[in-house]
């Protein structure tokens, strides 16, 4: 694989979407809040085109603001559907893919490859460091609470289940082997390391060992921590006069965060507007077979380790 060049920002080009000054009407510096509205076609191509963190060969990686879905129906803005016209602005040819990406509502690393035999390579790779036990991807969140040990893995069956008219991951402590046979349940493996702790919150990595749709936020709840941001999973972590404890899953079904008054305030933001507060979970680092890809983290991101007092706040604009 060559060697990656240096990437230099024509003049008069977008700048990447973590570099973008608030819209107009949006609320004032230093705010933690997504935006009001969805970014069009063109200022999402912009944003995604100014937002190469690394090129070499067949191998394009950029960083993906939150929100954008990799995938998506017929006439829906997501990352794949943007692609052809983002590989003729970057003059890659028409057949750039997906390789590895953060999910619709995380922030982060987006590989893609114009290569089949690349990705092909490199799907292998991402399988033999698994098997080793080496994790190929790590993660940056931002949780509502502080996990009780420094670090550790959480080992945990992962199934989907319908949910009313939802369809939602849930643990299974114990499943069956012919679950795991019939692949109804997936045994799942996350390694965390709590990298900052003020009172309430904490900075924590993440390191999947496994795969499956939400394993990290459903993971960050059997914490006793969810993620911020996190509008789907957190109404699984309950308190009682202060202290945390798990509910049943069909009886805490997805809705806007609650956080507690202190964490209100040092966030400066109230419950109502809570909605808009951006899943705080970043695809940091890549590794790769000649390099370790990183991705800058969000504006909001930095804004809220500088206001909760956490490591990297330093660097908030």
């Given at each position: 694989m060559a060697a990656p060049?240096?990437?230099?920002?024509?003049?008069?080009?977008?700048?990447?979407?973590?570099?973008?000054?608030?819209?107009p009407g949006d609320p004032g510096r230093g705010h933690i809040l997504g935006p009001a509205g969805p970014w069009s076609r063109e200022e999402a191509l912009g944003l995604l085109e100014a937002a190469v963190?690394?090129?070499?060969?067949?191998?394009?990686?950029?960083?993906?603001?939150p929100g954008l879905a990799v995938t998506g129906s017929s006439g829906q803005l997501s990352l794949v559907s943007l692609l052809p016209d983002l590989s003729q602005r970057l003059?890659?040819?028409?057949?750039?893919?997906?390789?590895?990406?953060?999910?619709?509502?995380?922030?982060?690393?987006?590989?893609?490859?114009?290569?089949?035999?690349?990705?092909?390579?490199l799907h292998a790779f991402f399988t033999q460091l698994q098997r080793?036990?080496?994790?190929?991807?790590?993660?940056?969140?931002?949780?509502?609470?502080?996990?009780?040990?420094?670090?550790?893995?959480?080992r945990t069956g992962l199934k989907?289940?319908?949910?009313?008219?939802?369809?939602?991951?849930?643990?299974?402590?114990?499943?069956?082997?012919?679950s795991l046979e019939r692949k109804e349940v997936k045994q799942t493996l996350t390694?965390?390391?709590?990298?900052?702790?003020?009172?309430?919150?904490?900075?924590?990595?993440?390191?999947?060992?496994?795969?499956?749709?939400?394993?990290?936020l459903v993971h960050l709840t059997l914490l006793l921590c969810p993620a911020l941001g996190d509008h789907v999973y957190s109404a699984r972590v309950g308190t009682v006069l202060g202290e945390p404890f798990l509910l049943p899953v069909g009886s805490a079904l997805p809705r806007t965060q609650?956080?507690?008054?202190?964490?209100?305030?040092?966030?400066?933001?109230?419950?109502?507007?809570?909605?808009?507060?951006?899943?705080?979970?970043?695809l940091h680092q890549l590794?790769?077979?000649?390099?370790?890809?990183?991705?800058?983290?969000?504006?909001?991101?930095?804004q809220t380790l500088r206001l909760l007092g956490l490591p990297g706040g330093q660097s908030a604009p």
């Open positions: 060049r240096l990437l230099l920002r024509a003049r008069g080009r977008p700048r990447a979407w973590y570099q973008q000054p608030l819209r963190v690394y090129r070499a060969g067949p191998l394009v990686a950029i960083s993906k603001p003059s890659l040819p028409p057949e750039l893919h997906v390789v590895k990406a953060a999910g619709k509502d995380s922030s982060g690393l987006v590989l893609l490859s114009s290569c089949p035999g690349t990705t092909q390579q080793e036990r080496c994790p190929p991807a790590t993660y940056r969140a931002v949780t509502a609470g502080v996990p009780a040990a420094v670090e550790g893995e959480i989907l289940q319908q949910v009313g008219d939802l369809q939602l991951v849930a643990p299974v402590a114990a499943p069956s082997r012919r390694r965390y390391k709590v990298l900052g702790a003020t009172a309430g919150c904490g900075l924590v990595q993440l390191q999947p060992m496994t795969a499956f749709p939400g394993q990290l609650v956080l507690g008054e202190q964490l209100l305030r040092r966030l400066r933001l109230t419950q109502q507007l809570l909605h808009r507060l951006p899943l705080h979970l970043h590794l790769l077979p000649t390099a370790i890809l990183t991705a800058p983290p969000p504006p909001f991101f930095l």
